[in-house]
């Protein structure tokens, strides 16, 4: 179990719950916590999805460089993997669509699409992470509209803030990679994971009431609490 996990990276699902808690609140609609649920659960299944996809694709590259990962290891099969994301990317959709309808459903495809295109190019071109933080935007979007039907401009904003911030992330994570940023204690990149839902937390407390911006403290507390259990990068 502890490998699907690994594999699934779920130490990072706090991120995308406060992604979706935040896009949901600044969509205009009213909150409908089935709706909310709804999302949370498709949203977590194609996140889950992707990072499966993710070490599939890497499992000949992640022998040589990371073998402690579930599938060099041997705890988990590519075939497994494949399986396991594929289940999770179909229902994700479904769920989607019970959300939110056709609209919802659409954007929903096209997050799949930049998942998918994300994990086949990441090792090909430096410019890969514009899809990554494309799918990190797609998060609000599918949220809002299913929430709302529309897409309102401070879920707008904050999913392109979020956008930037991926891409600030992902050129860390080179740095660090690469040994040009020095650690001190953790490291920087999943300190950086938990400063996604913290961001959030700050537009909801500007847009919506001071109060919320505990669930962005929240967020990124757990976002750390569960990268001490099962490391998300």
């Given amino acids: 179990m502890y490998g699907y996990l690994q594999l699934c990276r779920v130490s990072n699902l706090p991120t995308v719950w406060v992604n979706v808690l935040a896009a949901c609140l600044l969509s205009g609609g009213d909150l409908s916590w089935l709706k909310v649920s709804l999302l949370l659960t498709g949203i977590s299944m194609a996140y889950c999805g992707g990072m499966a996809m993710n070490d599939c694709v890497d499992s000949a590259a992640d022998t040589l460089h990371r073998p402690e990962r579930p599938i060099p290891s041997g705890r988990i099969t590519v075939t497994q993997g494949t399986v396991l994301y594929v289940i999770l990317f179909f229902f994700a959709v479904v769920t989607f669509a019970a959300a939110g309808g056709i609209p919802a459903f659409a954007a929903g495809i096209f997050l799949l699409i930049l998942i998918v295109l994300y994990n086949l190019v990441h090792n090909l071109s430096p410019l890969s992470v514009i ?81 919320w911006f505990t669930a962005g403290i929240a967020g990124g507390a757990a976002t750390l609490a569960f990268q001490r259990k099962v490391r998300g990068d």
Avoid: N, W
């Fill in 131 to 211: 899809p990554m933080a494309g799918c990190r935007f797609m998060i609000y979007v599918v949220s809002g509209l299913a929430c709302s039907g529309t897409l309102s401009f401070p879920l707008l904003a904050l999913a392109t803030v979020q956008f930037g911030y991926i891409l600030l992330l992902s050129l860390a994570a080179r740095l660090e990679k690469g040994g040009k940023v020095k650690r001190r204690g953790m490291p920087l990149v999943p300190v950086m994971l938990a400063g996604i839902p913290v961001v959030d937390g700050i537009a909801l407390a500007f847009v919506v009431g001071p109060g």
